[in-house]
């Protein structure tokens, strides 16, 4: 008779395993009912850009997918009018 071998750690061993829980984030356009993203607004647009220069994905800023849309857009918007750099270096 062939023995199996254990792949992992055993549940009974060392207990359950706990899940992370995060809370989900709101979209904070959404939150504060405004529809558009005004591309002149640098103060907002800079929160969802990193120090390099790059846009925030919707999963890290917490942004509907509209909203993300509408955010990217005006980013770049305010890139080529020159509010916003387009990197750090």
Known sequence: MIKKRSTGT???????????FFRKKVC???AKKIDEVDYKDVVILRKYIT??????????SGACAKH???????????????????SST
């Open 68 to 86: 993300q849309r509408r955010l990217s857009k005006a980013i770049k918007r305010a890139r080529i009018v020159g509010l916003l750099p387009f």
């Open 28 to 30: 904070h356009f959404c």
């Open 51 to 60: 120090d390099r220069g790059k846009i925030l994905s919707q999963r890290i």
């Open 10 to 20: 055993s549940k009974k061993k060392f207990g359950f395993k706990r899940k992370n």
